[in-house]
């Protein structure tokens, strides 16, 4: 396959970053979208793909290449993660496009997800909404408890280990035209108030973790889908729905 | 308890009380409007008859003053979501397709809400206003004559097709705004979402269809 890509460009954070275009060739339908980006690269680097403006191989984040570790941002042709369902980046494959196709590839746009450089954006906000309240504290003295001793409806379980399979990429920030982290941060809180060990510190997690989100500058919902669509472990509106019932009690029962 | 006043999700939740209470009382003025399809004199009293009891009964004074601060309230709180929102993303994709993944009318409630805005405000100084402060003639019950007036209105094919084109904005608006409000108010189960989703779209497709239809009646039936 041949194909024509238009690269948002950035040197660092500061710097005015363009979309900038590359022609790759050789390229098979089953290689994964990041092999293609590393095939452009290796071009750029072998001097085999014109880089005019010098800007050097795109930086792009990556780790698992396996659909689990989140890494792998990019908004490509206008979605998250691109035209695939329930994938990330990673699993995304080049048979998805055709031969000739001109692709738009840019990072995550949101005030609250910085440009480092190209297509890497610092996503530490969701580190510190995490920090916030998405834990449980457990006695760590040597007397631990089994998790499993304690009795969870069959329901609850399910509902919970569904929000927790949340990889935290942020293509629900990306998808979203508000950049709202309301997907990603009631995952998290869902996943722990379905579960006895979550009990203890409902409230005040529900609490903590919506006033980080709103101090990182994230927007605020409008129940439009996107992110539910675009995520690609399919986490599901209802989280949201429980997040804003769960807000509205801590602040109407807690003792804060 | 400051989380009800301050926070992210509680200008949400007063999006969505004043707006579920909006609903509510298109239902109210609907269903006092559809008296405007009575014809003759004795549908033209009794209209006049309604319009004197909506403008001095005790009870739907207090209502309607609800009603107004929940307008403002509605439009305020939208206008600061919606530009807190642009806020939230400063520099915008080269190429989207949000299409994608969400329908148009989840994405456009503010230009809806403004394009109702501006009907709102028209609508007042049509009717409202000229109950309120303006000198009208009576009818032969006595009664100021309001129906004259909105049988005047309605003569004008400008006048009509804004109250279609506002009907429609107001339809779309709820297309998403029924449901997502009850989202918003965490009211969400797997069971009854789907019912609520449904009844949203039956209620913005009848009710602006109700009042459109009014506009319509009038000027085909009297020019
Ligand atoms: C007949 C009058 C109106 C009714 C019945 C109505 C109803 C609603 C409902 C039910 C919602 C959904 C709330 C939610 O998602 O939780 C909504 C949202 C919204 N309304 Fe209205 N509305 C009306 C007029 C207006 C006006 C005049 C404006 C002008 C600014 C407006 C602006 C908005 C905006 C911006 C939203 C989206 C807020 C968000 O979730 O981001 N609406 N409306
Ligand atoms: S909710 Fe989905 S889209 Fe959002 S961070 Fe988690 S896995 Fe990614
Ligand atoms: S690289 Fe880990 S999810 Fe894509």
Redesign the interface.
Known sequence: MNLTL?V?RQQNADSKGE?VTYKVSDITPDMSFLEMIDVLNEGILSGDIEDKQNYGPVAFDHDCREGICGMCSM?I???PHG?GRAVTTCQLHMREFSDGETI?I?PW????FPIIKDLVTDRSAFDRIIQAGGYVSVNTSGNTQDANALPIPKENADAAFDAATCIGCGACVA?C????AMLFTSAKVAQLSLLPQGEPEREKRV?DM??Q??EE??????????CS??CPKEIS??N?????????????TSSK | ?S??IK???A???WMAATGLFLCLFLVGHLAGNLQLFIPGEEGKIQFNEYAKFMTTNPIVRVLSIVTFASVLFHVIDGII?TV??K????????????S????WT??N?GVLGTIILAFIITHLSNFWYKMKFGSLPVDSAGYTDLHGVVMEAFQSPIYVIIYVVSMVAIGFHLW?GFS?AF????????SY?PLIEKAGYAFSVIIPLGFALIPIYVFLTNS
């Open positions: 238009k948002w979309m908004y042709n206008g979605e035209p738009y840019e746009r949101a005030k609250a998808a035209k508000n950049s709202s609490m919506v006033k989100m709103d500058g994230f927007g605020n919902c409008t129940n439009t889908g996107a669509v675009e509106l209802e949201i729905a429980r997040m804003n019932r769960e807000f509205l009690r801590a602040n109407l | 308890m989380g009800l926070s992210s999700l200008k949400k939740y979501l807190a929102n806020k939230a993303r400063p520099q915008n994709y080269a190429y989207s397709k949000p994608k993944n969400s329908i989840s994405r409630m998403h997502s989202k918003t108010m965490g009211v969400s189960h797997k979402t």
